[in-house]
């Protein structure tokens, strides 16, 4: 009796056994698979954890000693003159920011300083025009001038110009076709730029002698404007003459002889003017105070 008893037990044993077995097995078999298929989900930051970061990346950043400091134009010229002293031939370059809010066109126009700074691009103009107009356009010093038959050959790279002037009549048979060409490539014929008028002769004259400014999306605004060779004087009297022409293109400055400016009631708000700086190639950017 006790050895059948024995037997039992130990029959019961080895069952308990080889189940523990195959339970640890299948643990054992079953856990890796579970936990590859695991993926760590990676947090996306917010945008004000963003901007924290890059604030504290900018402080981090080593910084010039004049980006906090203003100057008179003077004193600036003075420091870039040092700094460019093996360089006669280096360049004053002239950086204005403006303010662009929603709405807010990107400043442009053109000018002629008292002193060149350096040698001025002859524009290729084409000028949309019949008649005694075309002939007008062509004895003021058009490169090409025509009427739509050119299209077919701007949009085929056949005419090419850097500039592209229309009269009124001629306006509405260009855009269907021109508009994408022309559109994305900021020279598009326009009223609002000027681009479009009667008075071919007189738009042509006006850009003799003179260069295109403009402002990128940001409203940044860059312009040489005087050689480490140039004066004092003749530097001074170059940047205070760029920025009253900025100034009169973003409504700062009004100039009292233009009939547009007494006529006009609803006229846009200015487009504030941040900081003017002056630098040079390798010198620093220098905030001026007294611009």
């Known amino acids: 009796m006790s050895l059948r008893l024995a037997n039992l037990s130990l029959r019961y044993r080895w069952h308990e056994a080889i189940l523990i077995h195959k339970q640890w097995q299948r643990q054992f078999q079953t856990s890796p698979p579970v936990l590859a298929r695991r993926e760590k989900k990676v947090a996306t930051p917010t945008k004000k954890q963003l901007a924290a970061k890059a604030r504290k990346k900018s402080l981090k950043t080593r910084k010039s000693i004049y980006d906090s400091e203003k100057m008179t134009l003077e004193d600036a010229i003075a420091v870039l003159r040092a700094v460019e002293v093996a360089a006669p031939n280096a360049t004053y370059e002239l950086v204005v920011k403006t303010e662009m809010t929603k709405g807010t066109t990107i400043p442009k126009g053109r000018y002629s300083l008292p002193r060149e700074a350096k040698a001025q691009t002859k524009d290729r103009i084409l000028v949309f025009a019949e008649g005694k107009q075309a002939e007008e356009a ?13 299209v077919d050959g701007i949009i085929s790279g056949r005419h090419q110009a850097s500039m592209f002037l229309c009269t009124p009549a001629l306006i509405r048979a260009i855009t269907p076709k021109l508009g994408r060409v022309l559109g994305p490539r900021g020279l598009m014929p326009s009223e609002r730029r000027g681009t479009v008028t009667d008075n071919i002769t007189g738009y042509l004259r006006k850009l003799k002698g003179t260069s295109e400014w403009k402002g990128d999306k940001a409203g940044t ?33 009004r100039d009292p002889n233009a009939e547009q400016d007494k006529k006009d009631t609803n006229k846009k708000p200015p487009t504030a003017i941040t900081r ?16």
């Not at 062509?138 to 050119?150: F, K, M, Q, T």
């Open 138 to 150: 062509r004895s003021a010093g058009a490169d090409i001038v025509g009427g739509p038959e050119l």
């Open 221 to 253: 605004i860059r312009a040489p404007v005087a050689k480490m060779h140039f004066s004092v004087e003749d530097v001074i009297r170059n940047v205070r003459y760029f920025l009253g022409v900025v100034k009169r293109a973003t409504g700062n400055l």
């Open 276 to 291: 003017v700086v002056l630098s040079s190639r390798q010198g620093p950017g220098i905030q001026i105070s007294d611009v």
